[in-house]
C-alpha cells in the first residue's frame, strides 16, 4: 500500500511539474516585453530550456527673428526652472551594458529557468519540490500582470507605473478607451536628414541620437506625460488632464523648455562627432490641445484626433522654438492670469493646406506654482 500511495504522490507530484513547466515555457516564448532591451529566445520544449538571449536593438524672416527671441528666452528659462527629478538630465544618463538591462520580468523569468532545471534533480524531496511549484506560480503571475500593462507602465513616470501594477483600477480610470482632453506634445529634430549626412560615422550619430532620444523620452515622463512613441526624427507624447492635471498646458511647456536645453547641451557635448553643425538644425516643437482618443491595439496604446495632426503641423516651426496653436492658447489662458503670458503671432505655411497661424509664448515662470498630479498626492 506505501508504495502504491507513494507512486500516486510521485505522479501527481509528476503532472504539477509538467502543468507548470508548460505554462512557464509557454510564457518564456511568447514575451509580452515589447519596450524592454532583451527578449528571450524561443524554447523548443521545457526539457532542453534555452541558453542564450538575443539583443533587440532602435521660412520667414518675421518668424525667424522671432524664434531667435523665444529660443533665447527658453534657454535662460530651462536653466532656472528645478526639475522634478534630475534623472532626465543629460550627463546622467550612463550607458549601459546589456547584461545590466534586464527588466524585472526578465529576472524572473531567468529565476524561472533556474527553479526548472532544479525540479530535474532526482535527489530533492517532494517538499521541496512543493516549493520550487509555489514559487514558479507566483513567479508567472507577477510577469503575466506586468505584461498585460508593460506598452503603458514603459511610457509614464515610474511612480505611476507602480501604481498600474499595484491598482487595476488605475488603469481604468486614466488609460481606459475613450474620448478625454489632453496638451499634445509633437517633436521634430529639423534638418534631421542634415544632420545624419554631416555625422563623421554612422557609429557616432546613432550614438547620439540613441542618448538623445532616451533622454527627451525621460523629460516627457518626469513632466507627467505619456510617451506615444518615436516618429523617426522626433517624438510624440501627450499631457492629458485626466492624468497629468489641470496644469498639463504647463507641464507640456516646461517640458518643451528643457527639450530645447538637453538638445542644445548634448549637440554641444559631441560636437566632435560632426563635420559642420548647422545653425538651422535644432528641435521644432508644435503644442495643441483638444478632445482625443485613447485606444490599444497589438499590445500598443496610443491616441487619435485633430490636436495629433495640427502639433504634428505646428513641430515645422524653425529649430529652437515652440508654436502653440489656438486650442493651447485658449487652453493657457483659462490657468494662469493674463499678466503672466506674453503672445507672438506668427504664420506657418503647411503643405497642401495653406497657411496657418500660430503663437510664441513666453510665460512669467516666476509668478507659477506647479501642483503634482492627483494620483500623486499620497506620494
Known sequence: MKDKKKNKSDLNNENRIKNVADKIVDQIRHPATLFSNQVSAPVANWDKMFTDSILSDAAMKTMEEVSKINSLHNYQMA?????????YLYDQIEETKPEQNLTSNEELEHRNIHLLEELKKAEISNAEKDKIIQELEYNYNKITAHNEVIHISSRIHDAAGDMLLEDK???KEYFGKNNFDAVVFSLDIRRSTDLMLDARTPEMYSKFISKLTNTLKQCVLENYGVFDKFTGDGILAFFSKKYTGEQ???YALRASIEAHRIFRDLILEN??????LLDEIGLGIGIDFGSVYGYE???DFSIVGSPVVYACRFSGTLAGS??????????????IPEDCLSLTETKLPIKNKGTATGYFVNLDWNRIELNHPAWLKNE
Open 169 to 171: 483600477g488605475f488603469r
Open 79 to 87: 536653466l532656472k526652472l528645478p526639475p522634478v527629478k534630475p534623472i
Open 248 to 250: 498639463a498646458i504647463l
Open 322 to 335: 515652440t508654436l502653440l496653436n489656438i486650442g493651447a492658447i485658449e487652453e493657457l489662458k483659462q490657468i
Open 271 to 276: 560636437r566632435n562627432s560632426f563635420n559642420i
Open 297 to 299: 491595439t497589438n499590445s
